[in-house]
């Protein structure tokens, strides 16, 4: 059973930024694909980015590319999604998930296993 645990969200003012990290017991976290999903208040959850076991590759959303990074450092077991130049359209619950495979990037029903969420709000 793997377990991650999300942190870093918190309050912050449009054009601010955040880091996010996800964090994951076992080591099996390092043979996962990992990505990154929101979920806003009356709206499905929708994919925000996405990094391959090596984390050579990364995938991102159009809504948020060229402001969002994904990297990894296996090492530590964890995923960090570093937001920049935030918008109030940001605002969510961030969850951090893994998967086996690399096939449908952006669907949430591919990724076995994910973490509770954290909170970010982003003011105008």
């Known amino acids: 059973q793997v377990q991650l645990v999300e942190s870093g969200g918190g309050l912050v003012q449009a054009g601010g930024s955040l880091r996010l990290s996800c964090t994951a017991s076992g080591r099996i976290f390092s043979r996962h694909l990992t990505g990154w999903f929101r979920q806003a208040p009356g709206k499905e959850r929708e994919f925000v980015a996405a990094i391959n076991l090596s984390g050579g590759r990364t995938y991102y959303a159009d809504s948020v590319k060229g402001r969002f990074t994904i990297s990894r450092d296996n090492a530590k077991n964890t995923v960090y999604l570093q937001m920049n130049s935030l918008k109030p359209e940001d605002a969510a619950v961030y969850f951090c998930?893994?998967?086996?495979?690399?096939?449908?990037?952006?669907?949430?029903?591919?990724?076995?296993?994910w973490g509770q969420g954290t909170q970010v709000t982003v003011s105008s």
């Open positions: 998930a893994t998967r086996t495979g690399d096939r449908d990037l952006s669907s949430a029903g591919r990724y076995d296993y």
